[in-house]
């Protein structure tokens, strides 16, 4: 086998990686909020499965931006698919960021906000 078709193989692999990523995890999602619905735990649920589901879907655009990254740049480094390549990452970053916002309410370059540190005891 030719690195052309090694290269192909390795972004088809990365693909089909990257939609299992996010169809597998809408399914664990999906079955911990019937499990939580069923146990009635009074939990909210909704959030709950917005942020798995969300999780997945994020890490499911990593996994294909790397593909898209493999296929054309390892492959057919021409003006035009370097083109396409740059409006297709830069539509899955813009995703990816609105979906970081959604799941964590904070972009991903903002540090986490911790619990107020309490003044010492005296």
């Known amino acids: 086998m030719e690195f052309k078709g090694i290269i192909e193989a390795a972004g088809e692999v990365v693909d089909l990686a990257g939609v299992a990523v996010i169809i597998v995890g809408a399914i ?3 079955v ?7 146990q009635r735990t009074g939990s909210p649920v909704y959030e709950a ?3 798995q589901l969300g999780r997945s879907i994020l890490l499911g655009l990593e996994l294909l931006v ?3 990254i493999i296929r054309t740049v ?3 480094p021409t003006f035009e698919s370097l083109g396409v390549l740059a409006l297709i990452v830069l539509i899955r970053t813009f995703l990816s960021y609105t ?3 959604e799941v964590t309410g904070r972009l991903p370059w903002q540090q986490a906000q911790g619990p107020e540190p309490t003044p010492p005891q005296r």
């Open 28 to 30: 664990l999602a999906t």
């Open 32 to 38: 911990s909020v019937v499990r939580k619905l069923l």
């Open 49 to 51: 499965y917005r942020q």
């Open 66 to 68: 790397a593909a898209d």
């Open 74 to 76: 390892a492959v057919t």
């Open 99 to 101: 979906l970081q916002l």
